[in-house]
């Protein structure tokens, strides 16, 4: 058994992941045992020569889905060859800062039966402009130190225990586009009484981001494919994805003003003045309605049970 068992899913992106490897080996001052465990999700060109030697002392394992089949099944595969106590999941596109993997251990050394969220930031390759100012202003961002609703349950960087995580099952290999696995697993072990803890002082650097483009049409794909399936599900989660309208009257002055909102001519507009301005400094409002009407529409477009038959 080790300490800390590091879970890195990685898709087509060799590069980044080497150096993901790297940020953890250069974190040795962490005094415990620690492993990482790498999945690649059925990258075409996969070389695993490319990662020996990377993680300086602790030990790697190279793992591999012969197909994609998406993040969860990616995760729930290095859960499978996971030892720690405590399992930290780090996206592949990310380095940590030092004092990493010490964070997360001392925290769960102090907390039981609880999730610690780390600080995600973009590193310093990655151009600041006004999508990159809403990404650090969201999530756990929006609270101080400590104990933070379920929904801010992210993978890029958190630790949970192991024993919390066979309890649940893992994640839902259902979810095989972007988005909903990380919630739908939050709001599992919430149910579990398992808590979440904002922690600061483990922080890690995004080094990918989206176009406003390419994020426009993944919170659409994840509005068609993924939320259906959370919830199908979990439907009590609805308000919670701005989605309760739908179960009222139409012509209820709420579903009313959020039905105009989705309004088509409207939609474009928004999204054309906030695309043209990116680079800018923009009021938070501006994405958060972007990235909503694009989900939401996207939900609205899925097949429905009649149109199958």
């Not at 979440?196 to 995004?206: F, M």
């Not at 899925?302 to 199958?308: G, L, M, V, Y």
């Amino acid at each position: 058994m080790v300490d800390l068992s590091v879970i890195i899913p990685s898709y087509r992106a060799p590069e980044l992941l080497c150096n993901a490897i790297r940020s953890l080996a250069q974190d040795d001052a962490f005094a415990g045992t620690a492993q990482i465990v790498v999945v690649d999700d059925g990258s075409p060109e996969y070389d695993a020569s490319k990662f020996a030697g990377l993680s300086g002392r602790w030990p790697l394992k190279l793992l591999r889905l012969e197909t994609n089949r998406g993040r969860a099944a990616a995760r729930n595969k290095g859960l499978q060859q996971a030892d720690g106590d405590v399992v930290i999941f780090l996206d592949g596109d990310m380095t940590v800062l030092p004092g990493f993997l010490q964070a997360h251990a001392e925290f769960h050394q102090r907390h039981t039966h609880t999730i610690a969220v780390g600080d995600i930031r973009f590193g310093s390759d990655i151009r600041v402009d006004a999508m990159t100012r809403y990404v650090h202003s969201r999530g756990v961002s929006r609270y101080g130190a400590g104990p933070v609703p379920f929904k801010c349950f992210v993978t890029g960087n958190s630790s949970v225990p192991r024993a919390a995580l066979a309890v649940t099952g893992g994640f839902d290999e259902s979810f095989v586009t972007y988005g909903g696995e990380d919630l739908e697993l939050g709001y599992r072990l919430h149910l579990q009484d398992v808590g979440v803890h904002y922690l600061p002082q483990a922080r890690s650097l995004h080094h990918d981001v989206r176009s406003f483009d390419e994020m426009s049409n993944t919170m659409s794909a994840y509005g068609r494919d993924s939320v259906p399936l959370l919830l199908g599900l979990h439907p009590e989660l609805a308000p919670l994805l701005h989605l309760g309208f739908l179960q009222r009257s139409r012509w209820h002055p709420h579903s009313w003003l959020m039905h105009l909102a989705l309004w088509s001519p409207l939609q474009r507009m928004i999204s054309a003045c906030v695309h043209s301005m990116v680079h800018w400094r923009l009021p938070s409002i501006l994405l958060d309605y972007v990235w909503w009407s694009c989900r939401t529409r996207g939900y609205l477009s899925r097949p429905t049970a009649d149109e199958n038959r």
